[in-house]
């Protein structure tokens, strides 16, 4: 039996502009999911550093309203002031983490604006 029409130096060219092909293609992927990996951890990243500082403000304001509000004599508040403070601070975490007051959302709306340009190189 014999078989015709067969060229091995067309299958060998064909078969290195193959594999250049799919290696070049699987490079760029690659490389492709690599950046949008890294975009993401830096995306999650933001997002919390955005809530922290949230629950900051949120416990700074939530301090200074509670210096208007006069202590009370009846009761022992030799470590009411530490207790408040903890409290203050686990709430303002909750707050900031269910939504709060909408600061965060901004800030990492502002500052993902702010970090793309930085990262795209401006055309001269």
Request: with cysteine; hydrophobic share 35%.
């Amino acid at each position: 039996m014999q078989i015709s029409g067969i060229n091995s130096t067309g299958m060998i060219n064909n078969l290195s502009s193959v594999q250049t092909k799919a290696t070049g293609d699987f490079a760029k992927n690659l490389e492709t999911a690599t950046e949008k990996a890294q975009a993401s951890k830096d995306d999650a990243k933001l997002k919390t550093t955005c809530k922290d500082m949230e629950a900051m403000f949120l416990n700074m304001m939530m301090t200074e309203m509670r210096k208007t509000v006069d202590k009370s004599k009846l009761v022992d508040t030799s470590h009411e002031e530490i207790m408040t403070s903890m409290l203050d601070s686990e709430v303002t975490k909750n707050m900031a983490s269910a939504g709060g007051i909408g600061l965060a959302d901004m800030l990492y709306r502002q500052l993902r604006i702010e970090n793309s340009a930085v990262k795209k190189p401006q055309a001269p």
